[in-house]
């Protein structure tokens, strides 16, 4: 079962100091999940970014990808999969105007349909059509790489490459990425005690665990952990690991602990579709607990197909799931069908996390936040960028998402 924290009580604060002073904002971009509504200050002059995918010119002049391998503090194991350390893509997308993003493609076993060895040449393939094609509108590149890196196959380097030419263009207008969208490793309950008295310290009051590999041992955890941190909420998350049995007999024994979870995410396999439905609505109706889905929610398709049978109360957007512009559609069709939205991540550093906790602000859309992946790693290689101090994220920079990496120090193939 992985440990991993997160504040009901933290807070977000963006600002741009060419624009306004900056203000305290209480949605809630903690370590790994967050429970609460996101606002922003609001500016003077707002950017849709639809209307820039129409207006704004895009020349590339530079693009690559190189490989991101950063060690993790541990294992980091779920129900799918264990990942020894973090072999991820980064992306560095320089303009004709001197203007340089930064994007970062995860990569999770079992969960990415790519791995490193498959996800370099895609990303090479599609920076090489960058460089050579002329100077389109933001619209029509994103297009060009939509088709270079179709569907869930290439989701994860599409997102990538996605996210460094966005955070280019808004290097290039000079303001805050945000304003363009106007766990721990299984363990046992000894080191889940642990863990959890140490993020009580730290100030989080609210845990999201990973289950499913063994209930009997799920629930050993859970009970040590109350015994740490007796106030704290949970969020559970089984990465696909029970069936839908398993899934409901979790949920009976929190309640004969007295604990509710504030969330419980994707509880079955991800083509299990009438399991997710079943689980989803006796925790609603028996315990008052939200469902999310996830790895069941991959497609625009998904989410209509969730919607119609009303399959889940809350959808997990991840940007190396659908890309960049495949969330922001994904995100149009839950909000419209009166679904709860959540943010996560797969295994990436504060690159990738910084954009979406960009996107995250600018929408101001998300209840559940969980983007604290970065918490996972032994070092930090990316340099400036968002600061975080416990449970507080601070977005302070002025243009793009702020980070980026002493790209001579990253590794070539």
């Not at 969960?111 to 599609?126: F, G, I, S, W």
């Not at 106030?231 to 949920?251: P, Q, R």
């Not at 994707?266 to 609603?284: I, K, T």
């Amino acid at each position: 079962m992985a440990l991993l924290g997160l504040s009901l009580h933290s807070q977000f604060l963006c600002s741009n100091p060419t624009i306004s002073k900056p203000r305290p904002v209480r949605p809630i971009l903690p370590t790994r999940f967050a429970v609460a509504k996101m606002a922003v200050a609001t500016p003077t002059t707002t950017f849709g970014f639809k209307n820039l995918m129409e207006t704004f010119a895009v020349d590339v002049q530079r693009a690559e990808g190189r490989p991101l391998n950063v060690p993790l503090t541990a294992p980091f194991t779920i129900a799918s999969s264990r990942l020894e350390r973090v072999e991820n893509v980064a992306i560095r997308i320089e303009l004709k105007n001197g203007c340089v993003g930064w994007g970062e493609a995860p990569i999770l076993p079992f969960v990415t349909a790519e791995n490193q060895a498959t996800a370099l040449p895609k990303a090479a393939e599609v920076c090489e059509v960058l460089r050579r094609s002329p100077a389109k509108t933001l619209g029509m590149v994103l297009g060009e790489i939509g088709v270079a890196l179709p569907g869930h196959e290439f989701a994860s380097v599409r997102a990538g490459v996605e996210m460094a030419l966005i955070d280019a263009v808004a290097n290039s207008m000079g303001i805050p990425l945000w304003r363009l969208f106007g766990g721990i490793p299984i363990v046992s309950p000894a080191d889940a005690a642990e863990l959890a008295a140490k993020y009580r310290k730290q100030g989080f009051k609210t845990l999201k665990l990973k289950v499913g590999k063994n209930l009997n041992a799920d629930i050993e955890v859970l009970q040590a952990i109350r015994v740490a941190h007796p106030d704290c909420l949970f969020i559970l998350d089984a990465n696909e690991g029970y069936t839908s049995k398993e899934a409901i007999e979790v949920l009976e024994k929190l309640h004969e602990m007295g604990v509710t979870p504030v969330l419980f995410e994707q509880p079955v396999h991800r083509d299990d579709w009438e399991g997710l439905g079943h689980v989803s609505n006796v925790a609603r109706i028996k315990y008052g607990v939200s469902v999310a889905a996830d790895e069941s929610c991959r497609s625009l398709a998904d989410v209509k197909k969730i919607v119609e049978g009303k399959l889940a109360n809350v959808i997990n957007i991840k940007l190396a799931k659908v890309g960049v512009l495949g969330a922001l559609e994904i995100i149009d069709a839950a909000r419209a069908a009166g679904l709860t939205l959540m943010i996560g991540g797969m295994v990436e550093t504060r690159l990738a996390m910084g954009f979406a906790g960009h996107l995250a602000a600018g929408l101001g859309c998300f209840k559940f936040i969980d983007l604290d992946t970065p918490l996972l790693l032994s070092e930090d290689p990316v340099q400036e960028g968002y600061e975080v101090s416990g449970a507080v994220y601070k977005f302070t920079n002025a243009r793009g998402h702020g980070g980026f990496l002493h790209w001579d120090n990253v590794a070539y193939v």
